[in-house]
């Protein structure tokens, strides 16, 4: 039986990404998927700034902005049906200053159709079932609706997503934790501009909603949260969204039909226990790797990719195919993402205490009227939101103290948005105390009204506090990126 070099399991933005890696080094690559061609899958078509910038890094970038429906220069927030700031993607940072939007079925088309000219072998319709560790070789079980395959490979790069088989046949629990979940639709004949929107509304906080909106007036709507056993939600997501779609889009959705189904995804949103075993690495959502602030996925899962081809590639080299040597994989990853990753998980975890809801609509809403006044604080903000200015510098103090605007103008704004009349300095800044103070007042009564879900919130925050302090210190100081 031959043995390939890799075998990729899952041909999704990872997946392709890194079959393409691979191959065109003339690593022999065998990349599996259970369907063909690529499906529309429970996904939305946003593609951020960093996955532009990993798409040309790939060279596949052309292609796919041929395809884009839409290209999108910023991001609207809303606060309980009122538009808040609209943050436009920095042009300083090393990614576009743009957004697209594209179809995930095309996407993912032109993804795989890149790893097979690159010279990977791509076999569709091939359900694995489940890999495992024979020797020097993994193999890998699969069912082609006709009948069961086994594919051998030195190395098996698990991209099979939030469900992966290959996370769970080196022993990874998928539902131990925060679990991300997300409902959609789609609908046309919107009349507004071309953009991405995202809504804050205390009816369905924590939940959040989105609309994409593409140039042929055709929105992707959807809702999602972050769902913790410690706080079980009160609202299905389904209600979530209907409450979204008839208050905050009621007047943008008047006049549009809805064209596609009401359909859900789930991400997990915590580390598995292992991004690697013996000849086995996860990239993608298959680790977990989608950013808990905003969800997206897609420029982290081609990212990890290029560090799972480098670690490959170095193994294949060696002739090694042990889990120490597939260790560079888990230092690119720790010295280049798991910063920024584990800054947006404390913020989730943050914000998924129902209890501090006011608290923290309070604080979002002042950051968005301040971003408003001062547009370059307004671009750090969402910058983060979004990831294109790494997240971790809200932790660095000479980062914040850069972005903090320094016009005193635009505190006077914040401070006149907060009177009653929109006008006085003075009133404003009576009414911001007096709204912090009770905003926090909130927050404590909130924490007191559960302590025992509270105390338990509190020691998780302390503890991802405490660990990304300890990587931080502990990470190795250089480890350049294969990016080139
Ligand atoms: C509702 C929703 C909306 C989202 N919107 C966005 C967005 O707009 N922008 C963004 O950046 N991110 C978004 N994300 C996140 C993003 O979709 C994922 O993070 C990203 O797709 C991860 O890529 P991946 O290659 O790791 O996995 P996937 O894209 O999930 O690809 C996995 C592939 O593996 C295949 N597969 C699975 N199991 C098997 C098996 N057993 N055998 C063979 N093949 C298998 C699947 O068919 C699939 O092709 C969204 C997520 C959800 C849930």
Request: some cysteine; hydrophobic content about 45%; glycine content about 10%.
């Amino acid at each position: 039986m031959t043995v390939h070099d890799v075998i990729v399991v899952g041909a999704g933005a990872g997946g392709s990404a890194a079959a393409s890696l691979l191959a065109r080094q003339g690593i022999d690559v065998l990349l599996i998927d259970q369907s063909a061609p690529p499906r529309d899958t429970v996904r939305s078509d946003g593609l951020m700034p960093q996955g532009i910038y990993w798409l040309e890094r790939l060279g596949c970038v052309r292609e796919v902005l041929a395809e884009a429906k839409g290209c999108i220069k910023g991001c609207d927030l809303y606060l309980d049906g009122r538009h808040l700031l609209t943050g436009r993607f920095p042009d300083d940072s090393r990614y576009p200053d743009f957004a697209l939007l594209v179809l995930r079925r095309r996407f993912n088309e032109i993804m795989q159709a890149h790893a097979v000219a690159s010279g990977a072998r791509f076999a569709g319709r091939t359900t694995v079932r489940a890999v495992a560790r024979d020797g020097e070789v993994v193999r890998v079980f699969a069912d082609t609706g006709r009948k069961t395959v086994e594919h051998r490979a030195r190395i098996v790069i698990g991209a099979d997503g939030a469900s992966s088989v290959v996370s769970r046949s080196i022993g990874n629990n998928l539902k131990d934790g925060v679990l991300g979940l997300s409902v959609r639709t789609t609908y046309a004949g919107v009349k507004c501009d071309a953009g991405i929107r995202v809504y804050f509304n205390r009816d369905y906080f924590p939940s959040y909603g989105w609309m994409f909106i593409d140039e042929h007036q055709t929105a992707c709507v959807g809702v999602g949260c972050a769902v913790d056993p410690k706080f079980p939600p009160t609202d299905k997501l389904g209600s979530a969204l209907r409450q979204f779609i008839d208050s905050d889009l009621k007047v943008t959705l008047a006049d549009a039909r809805r064209i596609g189904p009401f359909s859900g995804g789930i991400a997990p949103h915590f580390r598995p226990e292992a991004m690697t075993a013996d000849g086995v690495l996860l990239i993608g959502d298959a680790a977990c790797q989608a950013d808990p602030l905003n969800r997206g996925g897609i420029h982290t899962a081609i990212e990890s990719a290029f560090y799972a081809a480098d670690a490959c590639h170095l193994a294949l080299d060696a002739g090694d195919f042990s889990r120490a040597a597939l260790a560079r994989y888990e230092a690119l990853w720790s010295a280049h993402s798991e910063p920024d990753w584990r800054t947006s998980e404390i913020f989730m975890s943050l914000a998924k205490n129902p209890g501090l809801k006011e608290l923290v609509l309070f604080l979002l809403e002042q950051v968005g009227t301040l971003g408003e006044a001062d547009p370059r604080f307004g671009g750090f903000a969402s910058g983060v939101f979004s990831g294109v200015v790494s997240q971790s510098s809200w932790l660095s103090v000479r980062a914040l103290s850069e972005a903090v605007p320094k016009d005193p103008a635009a505190w006077a704004a914040l401070l006149r948005e907060n009177s009653r009349s929109k006008k006085s300095v003075a009133a404003g800044s009576v009414r911001l105390l007096a709204g912090a103070i009770a905003s926090a007042a909130r927050g404590g009564a909130g924490l007191a009204r559960r302590p025992g879900a509270s105390l338990d919130w509190a020691l998780e925050v302390l503890t991802k506090a405490a660990t990304f302090a300890d990587r931080r210190l502990s990470a190795p100081r250089a480890v350049a990126s294969p990016e080139n």
